[in-house]
């Protein structure tokens, strides 16, 4: 494809990426954009190929999460998207390179159908394997803006309880490659050009087919009530607050819904806070620990409160604890976790020095260096059903695939998911983090509670549906019956097999694109 049509379409492709995912929520345009993206690298040269990339992660990033432009201006927005597009540009040129080479080896040239079955399963090997590195590196990686994401209220969403995000995400790019890959083939025409867009056929029925697989099931055995409350707070990094005003409107929430259950004779059996809600220092603090007992003994039920935690050494953690009618939950040490994945440039400064010299004024806003957690990933909350295993992720924590499996492997029967979304106004990011948890509730096959201090809060059912929401910047609370689960789905069985056997396609495919044009230069060069 020449230059002048690759890098606009591969534009394209990017923004309906964007467009395919919230707030505007088109989840069909995820075809489309996947689609353009491939067609611009197929077989490519490696500079129109990197600038395709340079086009489509562009067009994608900058709008994706433009909500960090909110309160911290454009140099973090503009650092991260540099940091996110060229991966697509990696990817780009990995793409071009491997579908290039592959297509001069002997032996595919000779049957076109196994050159773009090879093609297509490399391609999203490839994409998979751009999407695990980027959620795992620089400085923890950041896992947002993966094919999967897009298909959360699709009827493709189930499919994550059998094959994972990985999977999902390869499933979908590897239909749009066979397509793509077929295309191509057809040009020049040849009496066998028909039999190129066989894989791309037995792709899409197969997609079409997946349409009808259920959610995978697993057994549950109580029903646990539980209440969750946003108190739509000021809770943003530069809101006008005085101290204890985040933690007095989530009392007074729970006080207002404590007085309607009361009213209609009903109980529940967890109320959860979202995170920072118990402000800071929560367990050092008498009178507000007494204040969330005395609520506690009234609803007859344990909070879960998210609140932030100093250390003797100096450092910090973003935590929850449990609190009961007689203060923190015993022992206190399984009634404690510690969030896993800080957000760096925001809960704690990476090479401070460095940053420091380029932008003193932001790395001074990072005034607390909070630690990774290391404390198990589920909390035991007392009820009436006894001590009932709650997963916890504060956050961004909803977002890695390694949270989800460490809480289903420690056996939680439900998710709590608390969050502030405060510090990005009325953007994109609350929905596009809302649609990660409802897919981790199809994932894992558990209820997610996710619960945020200025929403979009949801209580989330196993098979992804809404069993109760509270809009964004709303005071409330939300209460459900939500079924308590265990075992693992498929999805957490094999879900990182999935992932690695992608990205391993992808490498071998790499290796056979890099031996295809070996061989060609060094053909060449003989015969010049």
């Given at each position: 494809?020449?230059?002048?049509?690759?890098?606009?379409?591969?534009?394209?492709?990017?923004?309906?990426?964007?467009l395919?995912?919230?707030?505007?929520?088109?989840?069909?345009?995820?075809?489309?954009?996947?689609?353009?993206?491939?067609?611009?690298?197929?077989?490519?040269?490696?500079?129109?190929?990197?600038?395709?990339?340079?086009?489509?992660?562009?067009?994608?990033?900058?709008?994706?999460?433009?909500?960090?432009?909110?309160?911290?201006?454009?140099?973090?927005?503009?650092a991260?998207?540099?940091?996110?597009?060229?991966?697509?540009?990696?990817?780009?040129?990995?793409t071009?390179?491997?579908?290039?080479?592959?297509?001069?080896?002997?032996?595919?040239?000779?049957?076109?159908?196994w050159?773009?079955?090879?093609?297509?399963?490399?391609v999203?090997?490839?994409?998979?394997?751009?999407?695990?590195?980027?959620?795992?590196?620089?400085?923890?990686g950041?896992?947002?803006?993966r094919?999967?994401?897009?298909?959360?209220e699709?009827?493709?969403?189930?499919?994550?309880?059998?094959?994972?995000?990985?999977?999902?995400?390869?499933?979908?790019?590897?239909?749009?490659?066979?397509?793509?890959?077929?295309?191509?083939?057809?040009?020049?025409?040849?009496?066998?050009?028909?039999?190129?867009?066989?894989?791309?056929?037995?792709?899409?029925?197969?997609?079409?087919?997946?349409?009808?697989i259920?959610?995978?099931?697993l057994?549950?055995?109580?029903?646990l009530?539980?209440?969750?409350?946003?108190?739509?707070?000021?809770?943003?990094?530069?809101?006008?607050?005085?101290?204890?005003?985040?933690?007095?409107?989530?009392?007074?929430?729970?006080?207002?819904?404590?007085?309607?259950?009361?009213?209609?004779?009903?109980?529940?059996?967890?109320?959860?806070?979202?995170?920072?809600?118990?402000?800071?220092?929560l367990?050092?603090?008498?009178?507000?620990?007494?204040?969330?007992?005395?609520?506690?003994?009234?609803?007859?039920?344990?909070?879960?409160?998210?609140?932030?935690l100093?250390d003797?050494?100096g450092?910090?953690?973003?935590?929850?604890?449990?609190?009961?009618?007689?203060?923190?939950?015993?022992?206190?040490?399984?009634?404690?976790?510690?969030k896993?994945?800080?957000?760096?440039?925001?809960?704690?400064?990476?090479?401070?020095?460095?940053f420091?010299?380029?932008?003193?004024?932001?790395?001074?806003?990072?005034?607390?260096?909070?630690?990774?957690?290391?404390?198990?990933?589920?909390?035991?909350?007392?009820?009436?059903?006894?001590?009932?295993?709650?997963?916890?992720?504060?956050?961004?924590?909803?977002?890695?695939?390694?949270?989800?499996?460490?809480?289903?492997?420690?056996?939680?029967?439900?998710?709590?998911?608390?969050?502030?979304?405060?510090?990005?106004?009325?953007?994109?990011?609350?929905?596009?983090q809302?649609?990660?948890?409802?897919?981790?509730?199809?994932?894992?096959?558990?209820?997610?509670?996710?619960?945020?201090?200025?929403?979009?809060?949801?209580i989330?059912?196993?098979?992804?549906?809404?069993?109760?929401?509270?809009?964004?910047?709303?005071?409330?609370?939300?209460?459900?019956?939500?079924?308590?689960?265990?075992?693992?789905?498929?999805?957490?069985?094999?879900?990182?097999?999935?992932?690695?056997?992608?990205?391993?396609?992808?490498?071998?495919?790499?290796?056979?694109?890099?031996?295809?044009?070996?061989?060609?230069?060094?053909?060449?060069?003989?015969?010049?």
């Amino acid at each position: 494809m020449p230059w002048w049509i690759a890098v606009p379409l591969a534009a394209l492709g990017g923004w309906c990426f964007d467009l395919a995912n919230p707030d505007t929520s088109v989840w069909p345009l995820v075809f489309p954009s996947v689609l353009l993206i491939l067609a611009a690298w197929w077989q490519q040269r490696p500079g129109v190929a990197m600038l395709a990339g340079l086009a489509a992660g562009s067009a994608f990033w900058l709008p994706h999460i433009s909500w960090l432009t909110l309160y911290l201006g454009p140099i973090p927005w503009l650092a991260l998207s540099t940091v996110m597009v060229a991966w697509f540009v990696l990817q780009g040129l990995c793409t071009a390179w491997a579908t290039r080479g592959i297509r001069t080896l002997p032996w595919f040239r000779r049957r076109p159908t196994w050159l773009l079955v090879a093609q297509a399963l490399t391609v999203a090997g490839v994409w998979v394997l751009r999407e695990g590195v980027q959620g795992v590196w620089p400085y923890g990686g950041f896992p947002w803006g993966r094919v999967a994401h897009v298909l959360a209220e699709s009827p493709l969403s189930a499919l994550v309880s059998w094959v994972g995000f990985a999977g999902l995400s390869a499933v979908i790019v590897v239909v749009c490659a066979a397509v793509v890959g077929g295309s191509i083939s057809v040009f020049p025409c040849t009496s066998s050009a028909w039999r190129a867009f066989i894989p791309a056929g037995v792709a899409v029925a197969i997609l079409a087919a997946a349409t009808l697989i259920p959610v995978a099931s697993l057994p549950n055995h109580e029903s646990l009530r539980v209440a969750a409350i946003q108190g739509n707070s000021k809770s943003g990094i530069f809101d006008d607050r005085e101290n204890g005003d985040v933690f007095a409107d989530h009392v007074r929430a729970t006080e207002e819904l404590l007085d309607a259950l009361e009213v209609d004779n009903e109980h529940v059996d967890v109320i959860v806070w979202p995170e920072n809600a118990g402000e800071f220092a929560l367990t050092d603090n008498p009178l507000r620990g007494r204040e969330v007992a005395l609520l506690s003994k009234r609803a007859d039920a344990q909070i879960v409160i998210g609140t932030v935690l100093a250390d003797p050494d100096g450092s910090y953690t973003n935590s929850s604890v449990v609190w009961g009618p007689t203060g923190q939950q015993q022992p206190k040490e399984t009634s404690r976790y510690d969030k896993r994945f800080p957000v760096p440039f925001a809960e704690y400064m990476p090479n401070r020095d460095f940053f420091h010299a380029l932008v003193p004024d932001l790395v001074d806003l990072v005034q607390l260096e909070y630690r990774t957690g290391t404390t198990p990933t589920v909390m035991p909350v007392d009820t009436q059903f006894g001590d009932v295993l709650a997963g916890i992720a504060i956050c961004f924590d909803i977002i890695f695939d390694e949270q989800a499996e460490n809480m289903v492997q420690e056996g939680a029967e439900l998710i709590l998911a608390q969050s502030n979304n405060a510090d990005f106004g009325r953007t994109d990011e609350n929905v596009q983090q809302l649609q990660i948890a409802r897919l981790r509730a199809i994932e894992t096959g558990r209820a997610v509670v996710n619960i945020s201090t200025v929403g979009t809060s949801a209580i989330i059912a196993p098979d992804g549906h809404d069993i109760a929401t509270i809009p964004a910047f709303i005071e409330g609370a939300v209460v459900a019956d939500v079924p308590l689960v265990s075992g693992s789905t498929p999805a957490l069985r094999y879900g990182a097999t999935i992932s690695l056997v992608w990205m391993l396609i992808g490498g071998a495919g790499l290796l056979a694109g890099g031996v295809g044009l070996f061989r060609l230069r060094r053909s060449t060069t003989r015969a010049q």
